[in-house]
Structures are given as structure tokens and as C-alpha cells.
């Protein structure tokens, strides 16, 4: 197979794994972010090219997929490339198909997309771009599903930033798919430098090592403040900024972790004036084309910040603004653009330095501080491959971490990736209607999860056989006179009733002795059963032993060893088997809802094999319960974008009032959830159900045709959540029409919502 040359010298790694890549094998390149795995990906794709194959490239985001669509357009002619994702499909049978994981993970189901023998057809290569995502707590699960159903012919070329368990990521897809090779660099053609930015030196950032590599002592913690008296602050965001751009170390991306402060930010820092006249002309001159182009975005409140060179960059902003900020950024008129994490996932906005704005990050349960590989996800971004000798990382003191702390963090060693793998309805449905029970069980048995389990069986095994080392220790205890844990046990249960025995005695004596006659018989008899008790204690040779107590402690030990073993075999048990008990329990729970028969998909089952969502039987129950068959659009979108709104973090959330009938819908749908969860809860399934109506009245009033502006000032909320909300809606109306068993006048409805739904700028990627 040829090998094909770039117009630039490759770097070893990059030529390493072109080279398996023509010997026909699967390659997993880990290298930092910036390192050039993208020229990997393209000579997968000239080889296709080369041998009239076909290619896939796919992406964890929709905004990745649309930027790898426009980049391999401009470079492989548009004919020969394609785009699916959710709800976007362009010449889906180009030789290069960029899609999400998603949808390829669905196409290997061959569910919505036909026969996995046609969607794969003529495909050599499938490159696997952020594989990393794996670590990713609600989506991980797919990249797992994508490498364990993709066909064995075809090479995969999974493209991964930095971790820590890169071999054993290998191992794996070497062991579930195909021959497959592992390259790993450390390399960046851009080094990093570190610097710190101590608020008590508001006039320069100080690097944070020497040149022998110590932390620099120049640099003192961020003083708390205590009590209502608090000093007046200076404004840190500014001063940073304002650093860097004396010190020609913008443009920059500033990772902060709250949209809000994003925003807040860009403001404060709007007054700094970081571009010249010539720059502010040609930023003016590109948002002036952009926006004729999309009027819609006209009256954006941010337009003012970017004449200034600033900008912010957060899920919160309408996708069509974003792409705006990312054309003005990669053109370097922005120099400052202040973004949340999801920036560090692959986009393409190569700065000259990243900003860290805290080390520590606030989450569903609580704050906590940035993962090893959270943290070089972001550092990365920083330093221009061919612009940038050096690429500045600044990370911004606050009270709430340590400069030491900050230190390790920049010397931590990335964290290994971990299997998100979880069985689902659908994915059970799919494997039965194609494999036998124990076939699954084989599939099931290939997760990452499974062939990973050593590591994180290891803490368990080790605590067992501590236990049982213990458990050994105290049974081998000896005796001087032969005698074993039961007499001991015997002498102990003797000694027991005899002190209970004479303790009763002496009190029946001390009752006896004012009255003036004879002791009664049944005081006597229990007095002479007491003293053969004492005469039986004394008869055991544990009474005169010096080694009792210790002896009898050991059993009360040994007792509590014993229970603690049979806790950790069963921990150890579910462990090993969790994927396929938990495979067994969506099962069961299909069977019993008549999805399953025999382990065979019946009518409904194959429906919920189809169905793409958090719980798919909650969706199924919800279409075959024929309560949105007499809905209108507007009520039928209202509806769906309740089931598919998850629970939100907002303090004060307005009521809107949704339509009567959205209402009693979503009361019925009500009923459904509470018998699913008791059902779920019964197997210990943890697949969540949403009812929550906080964007229900602005997409009824979407669809009844008011105007954008009209829907935004119903509700205090980023434009981009309405966008996202209303694309997820759309995602389940798109399923109703494709889905088996729906019934006719469902799908009508859903089209007709659907068409009224995406429009201006909800159609906007």
C-alpha cells in the first residue's frame, strides 16, 4: 500500500502510526493536545481515497463533526464528504463521512439506519477522534459499544489525548477487534510554560517554577477573608488580562467553570481596548457580513464586546454566535475569549496562552478539585503549532487552593481511563434480536469494563485475602490442653448461666432471710442447680486457664472476620458479573413489561430497540399508551420536551403555564413513571425519567409561530439551553416518525411539530 507524503516533515510518532495504518492494522495514537493527530486521521482518509474505500470519522460533538465536515470539504472537494449527526444528514454516502459516535454506534444496532452489512459497506477505516470520551460519565458507554460491534475488517484508528492506561486500552481493542497497535508520545511541538498569577502582585505574573524546577517561592497564597469587613477586591480578571497583553501573550482562551462569570468577565474586561483600529475595522467588517447572513442574531447583547477583542464562549449562547466567535477568534482579531471547559474538547481555536481560572470546580455534589486530565485538556489549548515558539499557561490564585497544590496538579501524570459501559433496554433488545442469550453474554463479557475489572477488583481482593490471613491467624490458635473453639464456646455458655443463675439465687436469698421459716423447696432446688453449674464450670480445664480471655476474644474476632468475608465475597461477586447482572435485570424488566418473550423481541420490543433516550421504556410506555395520539403540535411539543428536559440546577424557577391539555398529558404520563420507577427500583435499574415542564410554554409558543425575541423574555436562561432544549425535543419527535409501531396519526403530528420547531435558530449548528 502507498504510503502518501505531506507537504511538511512528519514527526516520529505521526510517521509510526501511519506506518500500521498501511500494514493494515488498528493503531490507538495517545499524544497531548496540539501534538498533530489529526495528520494521523488524514492518511486513513488518503488511503481510502487511494483504494476506492470508504472512510468514517467521528467526533464527540456536533460542532467537532460540523468543523471536521468543513475542513475535509475544503480539502477533499465537498462531493467526497458527508455529515450525520443527530438531525443533520448530507451525502451520507460520500467516500469520508463525518458523523458523532453516536450515530455510528447506532448504525452498527443497523436500527434506523437499515442493514449494519449496507451502512458498513465498502468502509476500510472508522476513526475514533477524542476516544478519551470514554471516561465520560453519561456518554462513555458509546465509544465502548462503537469499538465491541465494529466489524472486524475494518481498522480503527482511535485517536485519544493523554492517559494514563494507554496499554491496557490497547490490550483491549486488540483482544475484542483486531490487531492493534499502540502509539504514545509525550511530545508537543509547542512546549508549555507555567505561570502564576498572586493577587498581592497585581503588576506581573510570576512563572511558577525556577529553572531547576522547584516552586517558586516569589509566589504566596491568596489571604481568606473572614467576617463582614472584607477588603475591597481588585479586579483580578483584568489585571491578568491586562498582563498578558503587555507580555505579547495573547490571543487567549480563559477557562472559567460558571457561564455566568464568563459574561461577567468579557464586560469587565471590554475596556482594556486589545485591538488596534485596523483590527476593530475587519472584526466589524466580518460580524457585519455574518450577521446580514443571519439577522437573527442582530440584536445579540454581545456585539459591542467583540469590537473590543473580547468575547465569551459557553452553552448558554445561541450555537450561530459561537461559530461567529470562533471564525473572529481563529482569525486572532479576538484576544480574549472566556469559555467554560466543553471549549477543551477539541475545537479548533488554538491560542497563544490558556488562563485557569481556579483549580477547584463546582459540581452536582459539591466542589472539587480538576482531575489530572481535565487539567491538561485545557492547558493544551495553549500555543500555535508553527505561530508559537512557547505556548503560557496562567493559572490564577485563589484562597481556596495552595500554590503547592497548583504545582502538583501541573506535574500530575493523566488519569486512566475507566469503562462508562451500561447496559440499556435498547441495547438488550438489540443483542437478543441478533444473538442468543449466551452470545450476548459473550458480547456483554468483551466490555472495557470487564477486561478492566483486575484494577479495580484489585482493592477488593487484596482486603479479602487480609481477612482471610486474619481469619487463618485466629484459627490457628493452640490450646496446652487440646481442647477447640466449640468447648471453649461451651465453657463460655456454662460460665454464662451459672453468674445468671447465682445472681438470681442471691437475690431470692436476701427476700428469704427476714421471713421466719424454712427456705422453700424451689428456692433449695434452684440453689442446688446453681451449685452444679459452678461444679460443671470447674470440671472444664478453660477455668484455671491463664489464656482464656484472650482466647475468647479471639472468637468474638473471628466471629466479625467472618461476617466481613462473606460481605466482601458478595461485593466481589456483583463486582465481576456487574455488567451482566445488570444486562439480566433490563432483561427481566422487558420480559416483564412484554417487550421480551422467550429472550426474543416481540412487536414492542423491537419498537424499544429503536428508540434513542435516557430510558427508552419509559418513552415506549408513554407512545403505546395512546395518550398523545389527540394532541395538537403545539401541545405534542410541549409534552416531549417535558419527558426529555432533565432535572435543572436554577434556584427560582418561573411557572409559565403550559396548554391544559400539556397538562393532563404529563399528569398521566405521571402514573406511567411512578409504576416504571417502583418497577425499576425492584431491580435495582437506574435509568432516570424526566417530567419537567420549565421550557414546555416556550415551545408551545414557539410552535404556535411567536418570535425568538418573544420566547427569550419569557424565561431568565441562555439562549443556547432554549436552542438545546428544543434540538432534543426535536431529537424524539425525528424518532416517533422512524420508529416501529408508532401510530400513524402520532407521526403527522410529530412531523408537523418538527417542521414548525426547527426553524431560525434552532436549525443553526
Known sequence: MQTFTFPFELDDFQKEACDYITDGKSVVVCAPTG????????????????????????????????????????????????????????????????????????????????????????????????????????????????????????????LSATVANAQQLTDWINTVHSDTRLVNTDFRPVPLRF???????????????????????????????????????????????????????????????????????????????????????????????????NPYLAKNKHIEYLLQGVASHHAGLLPGWKVLVEKLFQKGLIKVVFATETLAAGINMPARSTVISSISKRTDSGHRMLTASEFLQMSGRAGRRGMDEVGYVTIVGTPFQTPEEVAQLVLSDANPLESRF????????????????????????????????????????????????????????????????EDLKEYNKVRSIYVEHRKVYKTLLKQEKNKKHELPQEVMDFGKKTKELLEKMHSFQCDTCKLYKKHMKDIEVLVRYQQKQRKLEKQIEIERDIFWNKFLAHRQMLQDYGY???????????????????????????????????????????????????????????YLPIAPKTRKTLNKIKDIKRKLEKSQNDYDINAPMYINSYYSALI???????????????????????????????????????????????????????????????DVD
Open 35 to 158: 501534538a498533530g493527530k489529526t495528520v494521523i486521521a488524514e492518511h486513513a482518509i488518503h488511503c481510502a481515497i487511494h483504494n476506492n474505500q470508504r472512510v468514517f470519522y467521528t467526533t464527540p460533538l456536533k460542532a467537532l463533526s460540523n468543523q471536521k465536515f468543513n475542513d475535509f470539504s475544503a480539502k477533499f472537494g465537498s462531493d467526497n464528504v458527508g455529515l450525520l449527526t443527530g438531525d443533520t444528514s448530507i451525502n451520507r454516502n460520500a467516500q469520508i463521512v463525518v458523523m458523532t459516535t453516536e450515530v455510528f454506534r447506532n448504525m452498527l444496532y443497523g436500527t434506523n439506519f437499515g442493514s449494519v452489512t449496507e451502512n458498513m459497506k465498502n468502509v476500510k477505516y472508522v476513526i475514533l477522534d477524542e476516544v478519551h470520551y470514554m471516561n465520560d460519565e453519561d456518554r462513555g458507554t458509546v465509544w465502548e459499544e462503537s469499538i465491541i460491534y465494529c466489524p472486524t475488517n475494518i481498522q480503527i484508528v482511535a
Open 195 to 293: 505561570f502564576y498569577f498572586d493577587s498581592s502582585q497585581p503588576n506581573t505574573i510570576l512563572p511558577l517554577f525556577t529553572p531547576s524546577g522547584q516552586l517558586n517561592k516569589k509566589i504566596k497564597p491568596e489571604k481568606k477573608q473572614f467576617g463582614r469587613k472584607k477588603t475591597p477586591q481588585r479586579n483580578i480578571v483584568k489585571d491578568v488580562v491586562r498582563n498578558l497583553y503587555e507580555k505579547d501573550m495573547l490571543p487567549a482562551i480563559y477557562f472559567t467553570f460558571s457561564r455566568r462569570k464568563c459574561d461577567e468577565q468579557m464586560e469587565k474586561c471590554s475596556s482594556l481596548y486589545l485591538v488596534t483600529p485596523q483590527e476593530q475595522a475587519q472584526i466589524k467588517k466580518i460580524m457585519d457580513e455574518y450577521l446580514a447572513e
Open 422 to 485: 451500561a447496559p440499556r433496554y435498547s441495547m438488550v433488545s438489540n443483542l437478543l434480536q441478533r444473538f442468543t442469550l449466551d452470545e450476548a453474554k459473550e458480547l456483554i463479557l468483551k466490555s472495557f469494563g470487564y477486561f478492566s475489572s483486575s484494577s479495580r477488583l484489585n482493592p477488593l481482593l487484596v482486603q479479602q485475602e487480609e481477612i482471610n490471613k486474619k481469619i487463618e491467624d485466629i484459627s490457628d490458635f493452640c490450646c496446652h490442653h487440646k481442647l477447640s473453639h
Open 596 to 654: 421480551l418473550k422467550d429472550n426474543y423481541p416481540t412487536d414492542k420490543g423491537v419498537m424499544i430497540s429503536q428508540i434513542r433516550a435516557e430510558n427508552e421504556i419509559f418513552i415506549a410506555e408513554i407512545i403505546l399508551s395512546h395518550i398523545l395520539e389527540d394532541l395538537t403540535p403545539y401541545e405534542l411539543a410541549g409534552v416531549v420536551c417535558a419527558i426529555t428536559t432533565e432535572d435543572l440546577r436554577v434556584d427560582n424557577m418561573p
Open 700 to 762: 408551545e409558543l414557539w410552535v404556535q409561530g411567536y418570535e425568538w425575541d418573544d420566547i427569550i423574555d419569557q424565561i431568565d436562561m441562555g439562549e443556547g439551553d432554549i436552542v438545546r432544549a428544543f434540538k432534543r425535543t426535536i431529537d424524539v419527535l425525528r424518532q416517533f416518525c422512524t420508529i416501529s409501531n408508532v401510530p400513524e396519526a402520532l407521526v403527522f403530528t410529530a412531523r408537523e411539530a418538527i417542521d414548525k420547531i426547527n426553524r431560525e435558530p434552532i
